[in-house]
């Protein structure tokens, strides 16, 4: 069903009058087809497609003009707009200037619309610290062989989103086969997934987030900072601890020391824009899963 069949009873005929029409007053002469041409297989067959000429349709007390296309110029360029000369009449310039004014205003328009209001930039990809750094601690796990790769890492951090922090094993690999089902991951991955999270929910830092009143998992924030800048990131884990802010991020696969410098400035900013936007302090933890 296309988007304008629901019109067709108001400009159709009834199937038994699609050759049945009246001349069109103020119409040319037309022909018998309301088509230009046919495919080759209804080459030799009767007409059979809307006569042109005032029809009535199946729906409606008005009526329809169906036109005879070999009585239209086709394929010639349409103009487009109006003409210029339908805009500068003979006024001693006045439309002239006026047209002017218009061009130099949408100019002007468009080049302020083309600049940026921010430059947004995302916290994983930042080159510089913010200027109120927090120390980052990190508590990488040990060296382990198994899955790694994007995919993996999605599949951990899924779950980690997803499961109860109180989730048993059982239902940590229930929640891992979900996710798993989505990303397409294969069974060695769901079995490494599984063991990763419920390692991860082990850890100390977990019991604390269990234990706190308020807290958020892939948290979204948004920090304005100096010359325009726009900063955003999703912070894996925050919660609220003594009137401050504990905030976590799980990374999965490579060590974590390699890139210790990009993941600290990540946490960094995630530190200051909690802490500027809620006015509490904030501390930071790179987990390794």
Known sequence: MGWLEPLNKAIYPSRENW?????A????QFGEA??????????REPEFSVRPGLITPQRGSHQVVWWDPSRLKLGEDGGHGLQQEEL??????????????????????????????????????????????VVVEISARGAAD???????????HAVLRDVPLDAIP???????????????????????????????????????ARAAGRKHREYPVMLRVENARLMEGIIDLAFLE???????????????????????????WYASALSR??????TAYLLGV
Do not use: M
């Open 19 to 23: 050759r049945k029409s009246r001349i």
């Open 25 to 28: 007053p103020g119409c040319p």
């Open 34 to 43: 309301s088509v230009v041409e046919r495919p080759l297989e209804y080459d």
């Open 88 to 133: 500068l009449k003979d006024d001693g310039g006045a439309s002239s200037a006026q047209y002017q004014a218009w061009r130099e205003q949408r100019a002007r328009i468009i080049d302020a619309s083309a600049r940026p209001t921010f430059a947004v930039f995302l916290a994983s990809q930042a080159a510089d610290a913010p200027l109120e750094p």
């Open 146 to 156: 198994g899955p790694a790769g994007r995919r993996f890492g999605a599949l951990v």
């Open 170 to 208: 059982t239902t940590i690999r229930q929640w891992t086969q979900l996710n798993a089902r989505i990303l397409g991951a294969p069974a060695e991955e769901i079995e490494a997934a599984s063991t990763r999270v419920e390692a991860a929910l082990r850890h100390p830092l977990l019991d604390r």
């Open 242 to 268: 003594n009137d401050t802010w504990v905030i976590v991020d799980f990374k999965t696969g490579e060590d974590i020391s390699l890139r210790s410098d990009r993941y600290q400035r990540q946490l960094q």
């Open 277 to 282: 936007l809620t006015g509490l302090p904030a």
